[in-house]
């Protein structure tokens, strides 16, 4: 907090003589949002970004995506040790828990990405004859994959939407 203003008065009845002190302080939110949020939002960006590697390689999904779960984790129990212990819920709870949650879901999704993209190739793997032309096995795995892909991409333009109107809902609900 700074101090923002200081005012004083004397106040006089018929049984006491108070002198009356109110200081305004302002909240200084620039440490909060270095601390807090930017690094916060940076973190859920890498996590975000594992969206964008390619599906084959699941194992470099699922170590960025984990790595920023685990740092937001971490980063989570430093500062709740340096706030005030309460009983309810508070804001900051509130912004990790969504922050650690999105995470989690963009990891359940990569897991389920990998496992359908190795039932389809078995299935594409099992259903072909020997004897069939190549180039229709070839055309099936290309139609099966741009079909994950195109999920893929639905899936990153829904996390910045949820996230937006998230972001709009906490700040709003902030100041009031």
């Not at 594992?50 to 699941?58: E, G, K, P, Q, V």
């Not at 005030?84 to 963009?106: C, G, Q, R, T, V």
């Not at 893929?152 to 333009?157: G, K, L, R, Y």
């Amino acid at each position: 907090f700074t101090i923002d203003r200081i005012y004083n008065r004397i106040e006089n009845d018929d049984r006491s003589t108070r002198y009356v002190i109110t200081i305004h302080m302002t909240r200084n939110f620039t440490n909060q949002l270095l601390n807090t949020f930017i690094p916060t939002l940076i973190l859920w960006l890498f996590g975000y970004s594992t969206l964008f590697i390619d599906m084959s390689d699941f194992s470099d999904r699922f170590i960025g995506a984990g790595t920023s779960l685990l740092v937001i984790a971490t980063l989570f129990a430093a500062i709740s040790s340096d706030l005030p212990k309460a009983s309810y819920m508070k804001f900051i709870d509130i912004w990790f828990l969504w922050h650690n949650i999105s995470i989690l879901a963009i990891i359940s999704y990569h897991i389920l990405m990998n496992k359908l993209g190795t039932y389809l190739e078995q299935l594409a793997s099992n259903e072909i004859a020997p004897s069939k032309v190549m180039v229709w096995i070839t055309s099936t795995r290309l139609y099966r994959m741009k079909a994950i892909n195109q999920v893929n991409n639905i899936v990153a333009m829904a996390f910045p939407v949820l996230h937006v109107l998230f972001y709009a809902m906490y700040f709003h609900s902030n100041l009031y």
